[in-house]
């Protein structure tokens, strides 16, 4: 068995879209990946397209925000599967609305899932991935960063991603663990159509249009974002470290 077949993977937000895919192939990659959601039954389609391709997979039910339930999941990975030395942050949930009309609730629930979801799964992680001398953190922030209309909230949680994996890189470099950003730009995901659906939009019509806005003139996929984070993922990616990259079809301001 080579090194990386025995790196243990946890991806958070994985029943569906970008972080399903993610698992889907870390896997495929040799890696022993925890599927992590809010709800453990959810995660039930990523696990079965894993072990059904001849990999291993654990569901794990778990509230990021909640720091009781992030320690007990952390501890359960480690005992059931092992050390884990992959992390990706790509739980996340939107609450959009202009700012005059956002609740302190939708602000308070989209900072708690993004920032505070993914320091309390770091912390948690860490030291495992100092003890092996080999970590590889890789955190979701969005092209929503450089600000969006109707995003206060996700605009200010994805930019504080860069912030927060920035630091990481400098504080956690000197252990073998590297952190990087990953900001995808349009991507066909549940969280897109719920954003057409806000604006009142037919969702083949959204994408269509975003189409004619990307230089490469096509929407993102799921996949595209996974190809992405496995590279920042993989043993040869040592000495890349505190980066953020777009992943949305052409430059970006």
């Known amino acids: ?39 453990e039954s959810a995660c039930k389609d990523t696990v079965e397209k894993i072990t059904a391709a001849g990999g291993h997979a654990l569901a ?13 999941a952390v501890t359960r990975i480690a005992e059931e599967l092992g050390a884990p030395t992959i992390l990706v942050n790509n739980a996340g949930v939107l609450r959009d609305n202009l700012l005059f009309k956002m609740s302190t ?53 994805k930019a504080g991603m860069q912030g927060f994996t920035k630091t990481l890189a400098i504080e956690l470099g000197k252990f073998g663990v590297t952190a990087n950003a990953v900001a995808p730009g349009f991507v066909v995901t549940d969280m897109t159509a719920a954003t057409a659906a806000r604006v009142g939009m037919d969702f083949d019509d959204f994408q269509a249009a975003a189409a004619t ?10 996949d595209d974002i996974a190809n992405a984070i496995a590279f920042f993922t993989g043993e040869d990616a040592g000495f890349v470290s505190g980066q953020v990259l777009y992943v949305a079809g052409g430059p970006l301001d």
């Not at 991806?11 to 990659?29: C, D, F, P, Q, S």
């Not at 022993?32 to 959601?37: G, H, N, P, W």
């Not at 794990?60 to 007990?72: H, R």
């Open 213 to 222: 806005q990307i230089p490469v003139q096509r929407v993102g996929r799921p």
């Open 1 to 39: 068995m080579s090194t990386t077949e025995q790196r243990v993977a946890v991806v958070t937000g994985a029943a569906r879209g970008i972080g399903a895919a993610t698992a889907v192939r870390l896997a495929a990659e040799g890696r022993a990946v925890t599927v992590i959601d809010l709800d």
């Open 105 to 157: 609730g939708d602000w308070d629930t989209v900072m708690n899932v993004h920032l505070r979801g993914a320091f309390l799964m770091t912390r948690a992680v860490q030291s495992y991935m100092v003890e092996a001398g080999f970590g590889r953190i890789v955190n979701l922030s969005s092209s929503s960063a450089l600000g969006n209309r109707g995003q206060v909230n996700y605009s200010a949680a």
């Open 60 to 72: 794990v039910g778990c509230d990021v925000s909640d720091e009781a339930q992030v320690e007990a």
